[in-house]
């Protein structure tokens, strides 16, 4: 056993190489973005993958109308500045996206398929046009084949009886959809009493999470800004199977002097949970998380206080030195660790705390409790050490 497992800045080091591998066996979603010019398209993509996705401007055409913008993971067909006006625009329109749609799907695989379309209406418009609708029903008779979730975003919905009648009216046309979404991306100023607050991305980004195919749900999970529902889903499945790990290492119960046999498992869920939230954690972070938690040498003081204080909530066992870590007790402590820092994450993911929380006193103080609090939480009732499934 290599013993820079134990030396919590190797151990990050680690954990930043994982990071990077994960990151890049990540697939790319590509969502297409429809909708007449000014509906909000930009606001949109923009408020669900984070600032600056969509830059005006930017981007290469793929035909005069569709431009593709390339990102991190991402990969937006955008139609700015798109005047729909009359049927002639609409077919045209028709034509490209199909092509596009086509070429992609023979140029590869799956991967390489438009993953989901979202046609953005305005519901400040009060209108869905017939020619729009036109559009939707042929379009999905030519791309049939290729099974392509489509939905109708109404987008700015800062009146909730507008969108519930612009919604009315297109449900009663009945296009094979998914669903139609009404959905405020971002604050809409009133007057000086009412600001509208945001509203129906989460629900959204959940719809399209079901939608798109298995392949690109972890990314989507991971590159979406505003479902923590969904990051949080990912991160647990990935607990789950680092605790299972650890369970099957401590099977032939470990002396705690061997505790470093479960970091490799640790440090592999720690690098899963951070790609899933993607935000920027860096290897001092991850030293301070590992030295408060499950204490790797060179622990700080504080840290060695709440292992042995961790270790006595672990029946029969009474200090670091005694002892051994069986399979259940493997498990809970592997657990512990990623419940606790899938609570950082979410805090760091919804800007509650910066990055750099993790680094402080106050983020270690928080991390190491929440993680003896879930270690307190993982036992059964007769007090015995929980194995979460
Ligand atoms: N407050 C608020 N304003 C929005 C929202 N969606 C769009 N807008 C505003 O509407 C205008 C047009 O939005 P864009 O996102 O640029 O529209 P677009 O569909 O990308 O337009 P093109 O790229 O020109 O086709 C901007 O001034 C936005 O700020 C929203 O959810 N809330
Ligand atoms: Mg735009």
Redesign the pocket.
Same mark, same amino acid.
Request: contains cysteine; neutral net charge; aromatic residues 6%.
């Given at each position: 056993m290599e013993n820079d497992y134990l030396d919590p800045f190797a151990a990050a080091e680690r954990i930043m190489d994982q990071i990077e591998r994960k990151r890049e066996g990540l697939k790319t979603i590509n969502l297409m973005i429809l909708?007449? $010019?000014?509906?909000?398209?930009?606001?949109?993509?923009?408020?669900l993958f984070g600032e600056n996705r969509?830059k005006?401007g930017l981007g290469r055409p793929v035909t005069t109308d569709i431009v593709r913008i390339p990102g991190d993971h991402l990969t937006v067909y955008?139609?700015?500045?798109?005047e729909l006006g009359g049927d002639n625009s609409m077919s045209k329109l028709l034509s490209q996206v199909v092509d596009v749609i086509n070429r992609q799907v023979e140029e590869g695989t799956i991967d390489d398929a438009i993953h989901c379309i979202l046609y953005?209406v305005s519901t400040p418009s009060h209108r869905f046009e017939d020619n729009e609708a036109d559009f939707i029903k042929n379009l999905q008779a030519k791309i049939i084949t290729h099974n392509i979730p489509i939905f109708i975003v109404l987008?700015?919905?800062?009146n909730k009886n507008d969108s519930a009648a612009l919604k009315a009216y297109i449900e009663s046309l009945r296009l094979k959809i998914k669903a139609i979404v009404p959905?405020?991306? $971002?604050?809409?100023?009133v007057d000086e009493d009412y600001t509208?607050k945001?509203r129906g991305v989460t629900e959204l980004a959940q719809l399209i999470s079901d939608a798109i195919p298995e392949s690109v749900r972890e990314t989507f999970a991971a590159i979406q800004r505003v479902n923590m529902e969904l990051k949080k889903k990912r991160a647990r499945a990935i607990v789950g199977t680092a605790a299972a790990g650890a369970a099957a290492i401590g099977a032939v119960p470990i002396p705690f002097s061997d505790a470093a046999l479960l970091i490799p498992e640790q440090i592999g869920m720690m690098a899963g949970i951070t790609a899933v939230f993607g935000v920027p954690v860096d290897k001092a972070a991850f030293a301070a998380i590992l030295s408060a938690t499950i204490g790797t040498g060179g622990m700080t003081l504080l840290g060695k206080t709440i292992v042995t204080n961790l270790l006595k909530l672990i029946p029969g066992v009474g200090s670091i030195a005694g002892g051994a870590i069986s399979g259940a007790t493997a498990a809970a402590l592997t657990s512990a660790l990623g419940e606790a820092y899938i609570v950082i994450m979410i805090m760091i993911a919804k800007g509650e705390v910066s990055p750099e929380f993790i680094k402080t006193e106050e983020g270690i103080k928080t991390m190491a409790k929440i993680f003896a609090e879930k270690m307190k939480l993982a036992r059964n009732s007769d007090g015995t050490p929980k194995v979460e499934e």
């Amino acid at each position: 056993m290599e013993n820079d497992y134990l030396d919590p800045f190797a151990a990050a080091e680690r954990i930043m190489d994982q990071i990077e591998r994960k990151r890049e066996g990540l697939k790319t979603i590509n969502l297409m973005i429809l909708g007449k $010019t000014g509906v909000g398209k930009s606001t949109l993509i923009n408020t669900l993958f984070g600032e600056n996705r969509v830059k005006t401007g930017l981007g290469r055409p793929v035909t005069t109308d569709i431009v593709r913008i390339p990102g991190d993971h991402l990969t937006v067909y955008d139609t700015p500045g798109l005047e729909l006006g009359g049927d002639n625009s609409m077919s045209k329109l028709l034509s490209q996206v199909v092509d596009v749609i086509n070429r992609q799907v023979e140029e590869g695989t799956i991967d390489d398929a438009i993953h989901c379309i979202l046609y953005c209406v305005s519901t400040p418009s009060h209108r869905f046009e017939d020619n729009e609708a036109d559009f939707i029903k042929n379009l999905q008779a030519k791309i049939i084949t290729h099974n392509i979730p489509i939905f109708i975003v109404l987008t700015q919905s800062f009146n909730k009886n507008d969108s519930a009648a612009l919604k009315a009216y297109i449900e009663s046309l009945r296009l094979k959809i998914k669903a139609i979404v009404p959905v405020l991306a $971002t604050a809409y100023y009133v007057d000086e009493d009412y600001t509208a607050k945001p509203r129906g991305v989460t629900e959204l980004a959940q719809l399209i999470s079901d939608a798109i195919p298995e392949s690109v749900r972890e990314t989507f999970a991971a590159i979406q800004r505003v479902n923590m529902e969904l990051k949080k889903k990912r991160a647990r499945a990935i607990v789950g199977t680092a605790a299972a790990g650890a369970a099957a290492i401590g099977a032939v119960p470990i002396p705690f002097s061997d505790a470093a046999l479960l970091i490799p498992e640790q440090i592999g869920m720690m690098a899963g949970i951070t790609a899933v939230f993607g935000v920027p954690v860096d290897k001092a972070a991850f030293a301070a998380i590992l030295s408060a938690t499950i204490g790797t040498g060179g622990m700080t003081l504080l840290g060695k206080t709440i292992v042995t204080n961790l270790l006595k909530l672990i029946p029969g066992v009474g200090s670091i030195a005694g002892g051994a870590i069986s399979g259940a007790t493997a498990a809970a402590l592997t657990s512990a660790l990623g419940e606790a820092y899938i609570v950082i994450m979410i805090m760091i993911a919804k800007g509650e705390v910066s990055p750099e929380f993790i680094k402080t006193e106050e983020g270690i103080k928080t991390m190491a409790k929440i993680f003896a609090e879930k270690m307190k939480l993982a036992r059964n009732s007769d007090g015995t050490p929980k194995v979460e499934e």
